[in-house]
C-alpha cells in the first residue's frame, strides 16, 4: 500500500473497482470461525523467496511477496480493502480530515492499539518513520538504500513538515496543493508507526541509524515487536515463513491460526501439494486448467484478475547489454515489438481465454472508469507486416532472418520468471512471434528474486537486455504513472526518460473542481503512455485460486486480492 509492487504475472488474483471522490469505508466481518489452533499453508508463486523483513525498502525488495508478510506485523496507517476504501477497523488511523486545497492533513490515531511489548502505538512512532523515510530517500544513502518510496505520493521532498498535535494525533503540511485522494493513497500512507523504541538504536546519528536497519532488514529475527496480529515464527529460506498469532494484538479479533507461506519450486509441486492437502490456501497455474476437475471435490475455486500491467520491459539505458540501449529508445522500435506479438492467441492458446489483451497501463478487465475510451481499440493491435514494414523503413535489412542495421544486430535475450509453465509457454509465443519480423531473443528463466535483483541494481545497470513474465500491481494506491514511467520513479528501472510524461503525470496529482475533470487529465496520461510504449504491455494474465474446503473465511474480503495484502486473522481452519 505503500507504493507500486514488482509482481509475477499471474501470480495474484485482483479485482477493483473505481477510486474516485471521498474515501469509502467499510470493516471486515468474520463468519463461522472454527476451532483455534489449526495451520494454514498459503502456496507463495514458483520461486518465489521473500527477502527483506524490514518495513521501508529499496527497489530490489519492493515485492508483492514481501510486503504480505510485512503487513501481516505491522498494521498500515490506512488500510485499503478490497473495494479501494479504507477500512478503518484494521488501519492505525481511525479518520483523517484535510482542507480543501489538499495541503494540510490531520491524522487522528486509535488510542487503543499497543505494540507487543504493552508500550502504546503513538505519533512519535510515526515522526520517527517519518526521519527514517527523508534520510534512506536520498540518492547518496548508503547500501542497501535509497528507499523505494521516495519519489512517490510527494514523499519525502513535496512534505513541508510533520508534526504532533499530541500522542494520538499529527499533522502533515505539503509544500503546494494536491490531490487528496491521491496524496492520501499514495504518499500519507506510507507513514506509518514504528516502534522505535526497539529499533532506535542511534538515536544521535542518523547515519549510522539507517546503515543498521539496512543491515537488519534481511534479518527476520530483528522483527521482535510488532502492533499487526502475527509474530513472526520459524524462517528457512526457500522453504516457508511462519506467522504466528499475536497474542497482544489489540487492533481487533485475534488471529486463531498459524499461518505457513509455502515456497514452490514450481507451479506442479503446488498443483500436487492441493491435492493432497498440504496446501490449503493455493492456485491453478493456467497450464494446468485441464485438471481443474481434480480439485473441485476439495476445493472452492474462482478466477480473478490484477489491476495494474504486466510487460516486456527493454533496457533504455546507455549502457544496456550488447549496445541496445539506444536502440531500444527509438519509438519504432518498440511500436514494431508491439505490433509483432500476438496478444490475442497468447490468451486463447496460453491462457484459455483468462487473459485479455492489454496495450497500456491500464487494464481492460476488470473495469473500471480509469480506462481512457479512445483505448478500447488498442493503438498497436497484432500486425506483423506492419511491424516488419516499420523496420525496413528505418534503414533495417534482414541478414539471415535477423533484422540488421550496421553492426548492430536486432537479436538479445529476455529474462523471464521460472517455474510457471504458463509464463513460460507465453514467451515462447513471444519468441516466436519476434522471430516472424526479424527480431530474435533467447530466453532466459530466472528465479523472481534472482530477476528483480538483477533489473533493479542501479549499480550495474547494463548487465540486462529485456525482462518479462513481471508485472506491476497498483495495490491501493491511486493509479498513476508516478513510480512507474516518471523520469525518478522508484519502479523506473528500465530507464525511460520523458519530460512530457513527466508534465502528464504531474498533472493527474493535482486538485481539481470536478470528477470528470480529474478523469478527464487522467486520460490524457493514459494515451500518451499508451502511444509511447515505455514499456511493451502484454496480456493481462488471470489467477485461479484454490481453497481447501476446511478453510473459512478466505474471501474476496479477506484475501483482498485488490491491494495484495490478506487479512490472514481472519483465516480460520477445521479439521
Known amino acids: 500500500m505503500k507504493a507500486r509492487r514488482v509482481a509475477m504475472a499471474g501470480g495474484l488474483a485482483l479485482s477493483l473497482i473505481a477510486l474516485m471522490g471521498a474515501a469509502k469505508t467499510s470493516n471486515v466481518n468474520a463468519t463461522s470461525k472454527a476451532v483455534a489452533g489449526g495451520t494454514i499453508d498459503y502456496a507463495l508463486p514458483p520461486a518465489t523467496n521473500l527477502t527483506w523483513y524490514f518495513p521501508l525498502v529499496n527497489s530490489s525488495n519492493d515485492t508483492v511477496y514481501n510486503f504480505q508478510l510485512i503487513d501481516q506485523l505491522y498494521m498500515p496507517l490506512l488500510y485499503i480493502n478490497h473495494d479501494l476504501g479504507i477500512d478503518w477497523k484494521n488501519s492505525d488511523a481511525t479518520r483523517v480530515t484535510y482542507n480543501s ?130 509474530r513472526l515464527g520459524k524462517v528457512v529460506s526457500s522453504q516457508y515463513w511462519t506467522l504466528v498469532p499475536n497474542a497482544k494484538y489489540t487492533g481487533g479479533p485475534l488471529a486463531d491460526s498459524k499461518i505457513i507461506m509455502e515456497y514452490e519450486g514450481s507451479n506442479a509441486s503446488e498443483f500436487a501439494a492441493l491435492k493432497t492437502g498440504s496446501i490449503q490456501v493455493g492456485y491453478v ?67 484459455h481465454g483468462y487473459a485479455p489483451d492489454q496495450y497500456g497501463p491500464i487494464p481492460s478487465i476488470p473495469s473500471t472508469q480509469y480506462l481512457d475510451p479512445a483505448l478500447k481499440k488498442p493503438l498497436y493491435s497484432y500486425n506483423p507486416s506492419a511491424a516488419k514494414k516499420l523496420l525496413t523503413s528505418h534503414g533495417w535489412k534482414d541478414v539471415n532472418g535477423v533484422m540488421t542495421k550496421g553492426s548492430q544486430a536486432l537479436k538479445f535475450t529476455v529474462l523471464y520468471t521460472s517455474g510457471s509453465q504458463s509464463i513460460t509457454d507465453m514467451m515462447v509465443v513471444i519468441q516466436s512471434d519476434l522471430a516472424k519480423v526479424g527480431i530474435k531473443i533467447t530466453l532466459d528463466p530466472q528465479p523472481f528474486a534472482t530477476l528483480v535483483g538483477t533489473i533493479t541494481n542501479s549499480a550495474d545497470e547494463g548487465q540486462w537486455d529485456a525482462a518479462s513474465g513481471i508485472g506491476i500491481s497498483y495495490g491501493g494506491t491511486y493509479p498513476t504513472g508516478q513510480t512507474e514511467f516518471a523520469t525518478d520513479g522508484g519502479l523506473n528501472f528500465y530507464g525511460y526518460n520523458s519530460s512530457e510524461e513527466d508534465k502528464l503525470i504531474a498533472a493527474t496529482t493535482k486538485p481539481t473542481p470536478s470528477e470528470s475533470q480529474t478523469l478527464k487529465i487522467f486520460d490524457q496520461y493514459e494515451y500518451y503512455t499508451s502511444q509511447q510504449l515505455p514499456l511493451l504491455f502484454i496480456n493481462n494474465a488471470g489467477t485461479i485460486e484454490a481453497v481447501q474446503k476446511d478453510v473459512h473465511d478466505v474471501t474476496t474480503a479477506t484475501l483482498n486480492p485488490v491491494t495484495d495484502v490478506p487479512l490472514m486473522q481472519y483465516w480460520s481452519v477445521s479439521k
Open 101 to 230: 486545497q489538499g495541503t494540510i492533513y490531520h491524522v487522528f490515531m486509535n488510542k487503543k492499539l499497543k505494540w507487543s511489548d504493552g508500550r502504546p502505538v503513538t505519533s512519535a512512532d510515526v515522526l520517527w518513520d517519518w526521519k527514517m523515510i527523508q534520510a534512506t530517500s536520498a540518492k547518496n544513502a548508503p547500501a542497501p538504500w535509497p528507499y523505494e518510496g521516495a519519489g512517490t505520493g510527494d514523499i519525502p521532498t513535496g512534505v513541508k513538515s510533520v508534526v504532533p498535535n499530541g500522542p494520538y494525533e499529527f499533522t502533515v503540511t505539503l509544500k503546494s496543493p494536491a490531490n487528496q485522494q491521491w496524496f492520501m493513497y499514495n504518499g500519507l500512507n506510507q507513514l506509518q508507526p514504528l516502534p522505535m523504541q526497539v529499533w532506535n538504536k542511534y538515536p544521535n546519528n542518523t547515519l549510522k541509524e539507517i546503515q543498521y536497519l539496512g543491515a537488519q532488514a534481511t534479518n527476520p529475527a530483528f522483527d521482535s515487536v510488532v502492533d499487526g496480529p502475527y
Open 285 to 351: 497455474d493456467l497450464s494446468e486448467y485441464g485438471a481443474i476437475g481434480e480439485l473441485k471435490p476439495i476445493d472452492n475455486i474462482w478466477a480473478g484478475y490484477n489491476f495494474g500491467n504486466f510487460f516486456l520491459a527493454l533496457n533504455l539505458h546507455s549502457n544496456a547489454e550488447n549496445g541496445l540501449g539506444p536502440v531500444f529508445n527509438q519509438l519504432y522500435i518498440r511500436q514494431a515489438m508491439e505490433d509483432a506479438i500476438d496478444q490475442n492467441a497468447i490468451n486463447q492458446d496460453v491462457y
